[in-house]
């Protein structure tokens, strides 16, 4: 479960026989009356209605963590991409360019220091990356933001 009005609101669940329900559904009216917007002067979460998305949890048959990998858009076009390694183990964070060069800095973790093969699909998710302003997602139709970040997992 997680919001879409804001970051770091979401709540991982892997067996429902260790569910607390009324822990969750507590937390849940907490995040629903939180506004980043005022909080922290985001503008991307202005205007948008506070929602709780309920999704399947994606793990990895490996047993590795699932990969981050975060499209920077600015004016509708893809311009690098931060890539989460080990989010719930050894949080690490790279980014590169489009031509998947690494650049020379960090973001709030350090680097991941093995050897970041490209994504096959890479191209795809710049694709998309591309055409998501233009989705008419009702949600979010009436924001014109300047800047996007899709994230894609893999």
Same mark, same amino acid.
């Given at each position: 479960?997680? $919001?879409?009005?804001?970051?770091? +609101?979401?709540?991982?669940?892997?067996?429902? !026989?260790?569910?607390?329900? #009324?822990?969750?559904?507590?937390? @849940?009216?907490?995040? *629903?009356? &939180?506004? /980043?917007?005022?909080?922290? &002067?985001? /503008?991307?979460?202005?205007?948008?209605?506070?929602?709780?998305?309920? #999704?399947?949890?994606?793990?990895?048959?490996?047993?590795?963590?699932?990969?981050? /990998?975060?499209?920077?858009?600015?004016?509708? #076009?893809?311009?690098?991409?931060?890539?989460?390694?080990?989010?719930?183990t050894a949080?690490?964070?790279? !980014?590169?360019t489009l031509?998947?060069?690494?650049?020379?800095?960090?973001?709030? /973790?350090?680097?991941?220091?093995?050897? @970041?093969?490209? *994504?096959?699909?890479?191209?795809? +998710?710049?694709?998309? $990356? &591309?055409?998501?302003?233009?989705?008419?997602?009702?949600?979010?139709?009436?924001? !014109? *933001?300047?800047?996007?970040?899709?994230?894609? *997992?893999?």
């Open positions: 479960m997680k $919001a879409n009005h804001g970051s770091g +609101m979401n709540a991982i669940i892997h067996r429902k !026989s260790e569910l607390d329900v #009324e822990r969750l559904i507590d937390k @849940a009216n907490s995040w *629903l009356t &939180r506004n /980043y917007y005022t909080e922290g &002067r985001e /503008y991307q979460y202005r205007d948008i209605p506070p929602r709780l998305l309920i #999704e399947p949890l994606l793990v990895p048959t490996d047993g590795n963590d699932l990969v981050d /990998y975060k499209l920077f858009c600015f004016d509708g #076009e893809p311009r690098f991409v931060q890539v989460d390694f080990d989010r719930h949080h690490s964070r790279n !980014s590169f031509d998947w060069e690494r650049l020379p800095f960090t973001l709030l /973790y350090p680097g991941y220091p093995g050897e @970041a093969a490209q *994504l096959p699909l890479l191209d795809q +998710m710049i694709r998309a $990356a &591309r055409r998501l302003p233009c989705l008419g997602l009702p949600l979010y139709a009436s924001l !014109s *933001l300047p800047m996007r970040r899709p994230d894609f *997992l893999w």
